[in-house]
């Protein structure tokens, strides 16, 4: 009995030892350490805890510390924050060759699922780069640019169906514009027409609930497949499945069958996947990408089905929660501050007038105040709270003798740097003005709400776009009711900003102009 005893206690002696070992590890290389790191999940003790999501407990570390590259623990695995705006902006373009892939789980081979545009590494990200850039030219935007417009004219609708006639009431516009967000996703990628005002209940609306799932296991899951992918890859091959993932794959399969049994052709996203599937690429030239084409042998080239979900998924996952924010996010600031409501209103029915009363897609775009108004949004609510990388090589931090290990994961706090008040005067305060030449209160260095370099989002100006129609549809029908200065609360889950009470604004119909 007291041999075991002995066996105990010196594992344990052993254990604490090791452990001491490993959460040293910035300490022995002289590293400037974030200290509050709990054994075993590091600085993200708070997301294990469900009291906060993985993005803004990357912030809480941020506000901590003052040093240009902090190290932290991410669970059990030493990572670094860097906190430097100017060295953020060198490490996502020109020192990119060191930190090219994001380091988040995927295997190509045994769970192509995951193989998306986000998540490839190396050679296998720059080639899906490549091929998948012609479907966001500004062709391919126009001509996706009536859907949504449709899109809009449903959501409007909608509206016009739940407010009174006479009077304002209190509208969740979070809800409201993800349903407009995954019916133009649903529609510009699928070519599927769901409508979710309507029917809240479809496939689509259901994936995102499946995704939302909060409890412990799918904070921990959360973070093991953005922070250590060895882990969540182990999970898969053992039998993990991606609800989600699968139930797209169904989607995708049915629509391409159903498409090639008819020879459908849409003017959609997946069209264009499909047309890559058969002739192994996209036409750049507008008038040949939404046509079948075969290869001159007729041979199907090398992307699988599940090659194309995985993309279809990543866009419907990324676009429809920041499509929807982004709109709804405006609305809400504007609310509280009148002056600027009362200027984007006027370039709105000024755009009309001049337009035969539509907003087109040339006309969205010359819109200046309501691009400072989109740009000032994305600045306070960036549509990804945090960034990461890993690093693919050893780097030694410019002006110092630090040096970030080869495999070291990398995270970055834009909710942190676009709250700073060092690179944004008075960051709490929603000042569309601050991005004019003439003010430029603010810093760009700091500014990239959509990442910078190689890696910037790839669907940037498509989510742009129809965050702006959003706007504009609910400026051109309802009048938005002026209410005091708050601050938003965000859900404890997630790695997006999620309102967790909503995005509540009062609505009321406007009266049309007598001509």
């Given amino acids: 009995m007291f041999s075991i005893l002995l066996l105990v206690a010196s594992l344990l002696t052993l254990a604490w030892f090791y452990l001491k070992h490993h959460y040293d590890y910035w300490q022995r290389r002289g590293m400037p350490v974030y200290e509050p790191s709990g054994i075993p999940f590091g600085c993200l003790d708070s997301v294990w805890r469900q009291e906060r999501s993985m993005g803004l407990a990357i912030h809480d570390v941020y506000l901590r510390t003052k040093e240009k590259v902090v190290g932290i623990y991410l669970l059990f695995r030493p990572g670094v924050l860097i906190r430097d705006a100017a060295l953020v902006r060198r490490v996502l373009t020109q020192d990119f060759a060191s930190f090219h892939d994001r380091g988040v789980y995927v295997d190509e081979t045994n769970d192509p699922l995951s193989a998306n545009l ?9 080639s899906m780069r490549h091929m998948l850039s012609p479907c966001f030219t500004s062709g391919k935007l126009k001509a996706m640019y009536s859907t949504s417009e449709d899109i809009g004219d449903k959501m409007v609708s909608h509206l016009q169906k739940v407010l009174p006639e006479e009077g304002s009431q209190e509208v969740d516009l979070k809800k409201v514009m993800q349903n407009y967000a995954v019916d133009i996703i649903a529609s510009t990628i699928f070519g599927l027409d769901v409508n979710s005002f309507d ?64 020879g459908i052709v849409r003017k959609d996203m997946l069209q264009l996947l499909m047309n890559f ?30 090659a194309i979900t995985a993309q279809a998924f990543i866009f419907y996952i990324a676009g429809q929660e920041t499509t929807g924010s982004t709109a709804a996010f405006t609305i809400y600031e504007l609310a509280q501050y009148p002056e600027h409501l009362k200027r984007l ?22 819109m200046e105040f309501l691009e400072l108004c989109v740009q000032e949004t994305l600045r306070k609510y960036p549509g990804l709270p945090m960034l990461n990388r890993e690093c693919t090589q050893d780097y030694t931090v ?88 708050r601050e938003l609360e965000f859900e404890t889950h997630g790695i997006a900003l999620m309102p967790k009470h909503g995005v509540k604004v009062r609505l009321s119909k406007r009266i049309p102009k007598m001509a």
């Fill in 118 to 126: 986000f998540s490839l590494q190396g050679q296998s990200w720059r």
């Fill in 199 to 262: 029917h809240p209940d479809n496939k689509f609306n259901n994936l995102v609930a499946i995704a939302r799932k909060n409890n412990r296991f799918t904070a921990l899951f959360g973070m093991m497949i953005f922070l250590v992918p060895s882990i969540a890859q182990f999970l898969f091959k053992v039998g993990l499945k991606n609800p989600v993932g699968l139930a797209m794959l169904e989607i995708v399969k049915e629509t391409i069958e159903h498409r090639e049994k008819h």
């Fill in 277 to 306: 599937r058969n002739t192994g690429k996209i036409e750049e030239n507008d008038e040949k990408c939404f046509s079948i084409q075969k290869s001159p042998e007729g041979h199907i080239k090398a992307i699988s089905l599940e």
């Fill in 345 to 366: 209103q006027a370039e709105v029915d000024e755009t009309l007038a001049k337009n035969d009363g539509k907003i087109t897609y040339d006309a969205l775009h010359k």
């Fill in 398 to 485: 410019p002006e110092t003798n630090h040096v970030i290990p080869k495999g070291t994961p990398i995270v970055i706090s834009l909710y942190g740097l676009h709250r700073d008040e060092e690179f944004f005067p008075n960051p709490e305060t929603y000042d569309p003005n601050r991005f004019t030449e003439e003010s430029h209160n603010y810093n760009p260095t700091a500014f990239m709400p959509f990442g910078e370099g190689p890696r910037i989002c790839i669907a940037q100006r498509m989510g742009r776009m129809n965050s702006k129609l959003a706007i504009i549809k609910i400026l051109q029908n309802f009048n938005v009711e002026v209410m005091s200065k």
